[in-house]
């Protein structure tokens, strides 16, 4: 039979772990789960599954047999590593089908990754608008919160060109930018739609006369775009800091370095950034940016950054080893050079990385986007 809590004529019955979970939880909630998130980023996928099991069974209906069994104070102990238990289930994703969680966070890595954005901020971000619960979520509603857009307009004009016989001996044509907007946060989907944002750009790059380039911003700025509340902005940073996304899912990410899809490139994290980046390398990320957004290919600095530190890392006049390419000819030391004697024969830093990025570009497109199967155009090269 059924009681009714609100009833005052039901006599209410202590219930040991009940009372332990609350202090934990509601009490202590926010103390427990700081001193919990080291030991969750370590216990990892185990404890999180096992404390999953232990809730998913229905742990507090068994609560009176516990009692009976083991006599109050065993419960009272039992229920302190339930509630640590709890506590360690809070920072991980849930869908209503256990075997689909996996399933649903690898989508969130894959259009983060394609985006250039940390996948772990994006999981945290809804874990934290959802209370943990991802069921049927697009990541791109949480991931449009993540960039910044510039969204620009070319009209092709015919303009004069002056010679030894006038200002306008000639005339030639030139595509003029006639539009230049910035979009932000959930606006972006202004230009790009609600889903599917890496297809709309590269058809938007495509078209000869639009020119859409992306940049992300970290997980603060996303919650602030959002408004979120104090407390959702406290979950999504706990979550975080506990390292249970990484140690629960960081399998499904291709986070090796040295090798990416046939490229030869060096680490790069699942979010798409370069780690582990010399200084010569770092100090020329302006200028890869500078070339990758003029070229249309922004969103993939990181990767360009990790070939470079792979390839030469940062050192001589062709840090992005482009001699050898199709565009090596932009220098004009290379003109007319073949065979071996083309090695190295760029001699400016910034040619290299522009003829770098245009090969990059190139092979990006006969792949129809695919970055995987771009970086496969890529032989990685034996080097001592």
């Known amino acids: 039979m059924s009681q009714n809590p609100n009833d005052p004529n039901e006599q209410k019955k202590s219930n040991p772990l009940k009372d ?24 990892g996928k185990a404890a999180a599954k096992a404390a999953a099991k232990m809730l998913k069974a229905g742990i507090l209906k068994i609560v009176g047999a516990v009692v009976a069994a083991v006599g109050v104070p065993a419960a009272l102990i039992m229920g302190v590593i339930i509630a640590v238990c709890v506590i360690l289930v809070s920072f991980v994703p849930f869908t209503d089908d256990e075997g689909k969680t996996e399933e649903q966070v ?12 940390d996948w772990k901020e994006v999981v945290a971000f809804d874990m934290a608008r959802y209370d943990n619960d991802l069921t049927g979520k697009d990541p791109h509603d949480a991931i449009s919160y993540f960039l910044d857009i510039q969204y620009e307009e070319y009209t092709e004009k015919e303009v004069c060109e002056a010679g030894p016989n006038g200002p306008c001996e000639k005339k030639k044509k030139e595509m003029q930018k006639t539009k230049s907007e910035s979009y932000s946060g ?38 602030e775009l959002a408004k979120f509340s104090k407390s959702q902005k406290e979950r999504a940073r706990e979550i975080l800091e506990a390292g249970m996304l990484e140690g629960m ?3 499904l990410a291709p986070t090796t370095g040295g090798f990416i899809g046939g490229m ?33 290919v922004a969103q993939y600095v990181g990767i360009l950054a990790a070939q470079m530190m792979q390839e030469s890392g940062g050192a001589g006049n062709d840090p992005m080893q482009a001699s050898e390419g199709h565009y090596g000819d932009m220098s004009s ?6 065979g071996n004697a083309r090695v190295g ?19 990006l497109g ?14 990685c090269a034996t080097r001592s």
């Open 333 to 338: 030391s290379c003109i007319g050079v073949k």
């Open 106 to 117: 690898k989508k969130y890595m894959e259009v983060s990754m394609a985006l250039n954005v």
């Open 264 to 296: 030869c490139v060096g680490n790069v994290s699942p979010g798409g950034e370069p780690v582990n980046l010399n200084a010569k390398v770092t100090g020329y990320l302006p200028k890869i940016k500078e070339m990758a957004e003029k070229h249309g």
């Open 186 to 223: 959930p606006d972006v989907k202004k230009i790009l739609g609600d889903t599917d944002f890496k297809k709309k750009i590269d058809e938007i790059n495509a078209s000869g006369s639009k020119k859409v380039t992306t940049s992300s911003h970290g997980l603060e700025k996303a919650m």
């Open 345 to 363: 024969c760029i001699k400016d830093p910034n040619i290299s990385i522009e003829a770098g990025v245009r090969e990059f570009k190139d092979v």
């Open 249 to 251: 899912y960081g399998h």
């Open 366 to 379: 006969k792949a129809n986007g695919d970055i995987a199967l771009a970086l496969q155009s890529y032989n």
């Open 20 to 43: 332990v979970a609350s202090h934990f939880i509601k009490k202590k909630g926010m103390q427990a789960r700081g001193k919990m998130a080291k030991l969750a980023g370590k216990a």
